[in-house]
């Protein structure tokens, strides 16, 4: 049954679920499922004001939700034609950065995993989009773009990257343990964060704020039992969480059909209600989250999302990514359904702004990520000595007397 | 004389099973007996009172309880069960169910939420029911917790303590007595401190609970229901035993043992029997803390006596004793009169018939023979 699963071509799998639609007529709806159309969004250019911070109103494609147990977000969300200039801005940035990384990585200046996140661009920007800074986010270890979107710097990630002294974590951290305010990381075991982020609604609501924490997680690491046990926690106690499955299709290199007895990983939440929206619209991600966050914080309990994404690269800088996959299938999202690409024709449709300023736009966030990289690259290494390898072990001033080196003579005096 | 043995006399002085900890070990009404032989001489020292380690502890929590209103105690059975061994008993009643919240047994998931919540700021004290539930959940200990400081360049801290009863009990078979200390006191980032006395359980606990890094609180089932008496410093609010400082429990000359948690008590039964039988006097030292270890209380004995005994329940392999001993030799050898020794756990899965798990763990007589042994007495 394995082997046959195994050799079943992916567009056979609608077949599959007709035929379970026919036997149980209640999941037919269930094979409308969203677009992963990054340009599907409408606006009336008319209505399109001229001042750069004054809202307009966006109608998100009919086919941009999909609910569980819920009634679907609105369809239209205010913008402004700065925030799509942002928003625009912030993917660009991301895309640039990762692809700094790659080059980096290829040119064996990053060591060890590094995990890119090229293709998924619309799911962080436009989370972040959605949130305020006291605001929590949390993630597995493709990490990099949550990182730069909740406020740290392209320098600082890469300078990570690079184990550079003036990276994010000094130097200590790497690609996949990224921290900054109103974000935990940055977790390299797949589905840990997944409690952990629940631990985050935890506090909002045991302080009494009024914030959210959205916690991302991917198709494969749904499978988690600990992802189940952080659902229940929440449901019961009534966490202001944003549990959400970034949904790119693999985990790792595994068909998420090949992984999940259930596909709808929305529905994954049984008892809490569930949103599917398609996450290469970065428009509809931030209704999505916005409306998820109001929904949470008034009290209505956690949420499971499914952001329908994709990954351009490989699972890490290891895997061509394509033994389980198709370049075709590859060439098709990045060339029709490209996150980015999809806003900036929205973007000239409705006249927000021109192709020249876009170029600009693009120029900058490149001569702005080129500078970073080359400004991480100048970073110096921490330096290989005993007081920088101890440090942080332990929280400054409760520190052992001392902590052992390779061997005793190595040991590392605390001088307080 | 009767300062040295003090800690040991008064535990005899008061010794006793708590009724809701049905299983009495025999070797446990050794030590009480022989603790009665001392009671006279104690009996009238100022202010002192008598605690059961799980009365301390109950008491050291309501006092970080109150103090600090970050912190929140979670576990499954804490609150309206009032513990599975009533170590947070009238909790609930006393801070509410915002402070004092009952979990479902799902260990990963809410070690994992403490996590997090401890990641946002606040204190939680997690109790597992017992530790070996916590192998559920020891990546979010390791991994989460003890790590994310480092990580994060030592921007994200993580002020967490977690609790529960650690080691062998009684009849409970292979899945239920497991001794931790080594494999929590191996991990970087984490703090491991484990109570004898009622003074140790309140003292470390307030220290774990107000220690701004994740700190792995082994206790023992055995010891729930027996009383100390507590000094009237240690009975106040901000009495504390710090970190990383074992404690001499009773002061000897011929042999230096090193114990932690129960088997403390043993040495201590089995130093004052090798002082009626042979006329020698081994050193207890009650290590309190397991990370970090007291290396300089262990040497300055061993430099003092020359022959050292680690004592402890786990399984022998890369377990505390042989850390004890790595450490003495690397540390000590040029002092020592005899090869360090180690008694420790039998290398079994803990067996249910009584007889046999009594071969399995250290008992006084035990400690007493292999120590005369050592000296050959």
Known sequence: MFSRALRVPRATTPLVRARVAITRPSTVAALRSVTTNAASSHADKAAVPDADDQPFQVILSDESFETYELDPPSYTLDVTKKELKDMYSNMVVTRQMEMAADRLYKEKKIRGFCHLSTGQEAVAVGIEHALTKEDDVITAYRCHGFALMRGASVRSIIGELLGRREGIAYGKGGSMHMFTKGFYGGNGIVGAQVPVGAGLAFAHKYMGRKNASVILYGDGASNQGQVFEAFNMAKLWGLPALFGCENNKYGMGTAAARSSALTDYYKRGQYIPGLKVNGMDVLAVKAAVKYGKEWTIAENGPLVLEYVTYRYGGHSMSDPGTTYRTREEIQRMRSTNDPIAGLKQKILDWGVCNEEELKTLDKEARKHVTEEVAAAEAMAFPENKPEILFEDVYVRGSEPQFLRGRTPDENFYFSS | MSRYLRPAARLAASARIATSAPRTLPRLTTSASFALSQRRSFADVKGTKDYTVRDALNEAMAEELEQNEKVFILGEEVAQYNGAYKVTKGLLDRFGDKRVIDTPITESGFCGLAVGAALSGLAPICEFMTFNFAMQAIDQVVNSAAKTLYMSGGIQPCNITFRGPNGFASGVGAQH????????????????VSPWSAEDAKGLLKAAIRDPNPVVFLENELMYGVSFPMSEAAQKDDFVVPFGKA?????????????????????????????????????????????????????????????????????????????????????????????????????????????????????????????AKLLRV
């Open chain 2, 177 to 192: 007595s497991q001794d931790y200390s080594a494999w929590y006191g191996s991990i970087p980032g984490l703090k491991v």
């Open chain 2, 247 to 371: 404690k001499i429990e009773r002061q000897g000359k011929d042999l230096t043992l090193v114990s932690l948690s129960r088997t403390v008590g043993q040495c201590m039964v089995a130093a004052e029997s090798l002082k009626k039988k042979y006329g020698v006097e081994a050193e207890v030292i009650n290590l309190r803390s397991v990370k970090p270890l007291d290396v300089e209380s262990i040497i300055k004995s061993v430099k003092k006596t020359g022959r050292l005994i680690s004592v402890e329940s786990g399984f022998p392999f890369a377990g505390m004793g042989a850390e004890i001993l790595a450490t003495t030799m690397e540390y000590g050898f040029d002092y020592l009169d005899a090869p360090a020794q180690r008694i420790t756990g039998a290398e079994v899965p803990t067996p249910y018939a009584q007889g046999l798990e009594q071969l399995s763990f250290p008992t006084e007589q035990i400690i007493e023979d292999y120590a």
